[in-house]
């Protein structure tokens, strides 16, 4: 059974920074290209960084590049975002996920992050 818990979520001043943690179960981690997403309620989920399966080559959405850091510890089939520099506009719940899962596929509860003054 496929389990993601994301966490390190909360309320934060602009200009502050929050490590994303997900746990992940029931996957073959350590052979996939993990990603983080994140959705405001009312928009489209969006992809916010990825990793590959070595914790190499990653990839970053052009709105958070220079802020955001993916990280992979494949020995806790966990994987980080750090996030500096946060803007109201980060506020949005945040999900881990392979990359490419569709909206039909198993995720997790997410973790909220607000970013407001």
């Known amino acids: 059974q496929v389990q993601l818990v994301e966490s390190g979520g909360g309320l934060v001043q602009p200009g502050g920074s929050l490590r994303l943690s997900c746990a992940a179960s029931g996957i073959n981690f350590s052979g996939n290209v993990m990603a983080w997403y994140r959705q405001v309620p009312g928009t489209r989920r969006e992809l916010v960084a990825a990793?590959?399966?070595?914790?190499?080559?990653?990839y970053y959405a052009e709105f958070v590049k220079g802020r955001f850091t993916i990280s992979r510890d494949n020995a806790k089939n966990t994987v980080y975002l750090q996030m500096n520099s946060l803007k109201s506009d980060d506020t949005a719940v945040y999900y881990c996920?392979?990359?490419?899962?569709?909206?039909?596929?198993?995720w997790g509860k997410g973790t909220l992050v607000t970013v407001s003054s």
């Open positions: 996920n392979t990359l490419g899962a569709t909206p039909a596929e198993y």
């Open positions: 990793i590959d399966d070595r914790g190499g080559d990653p």
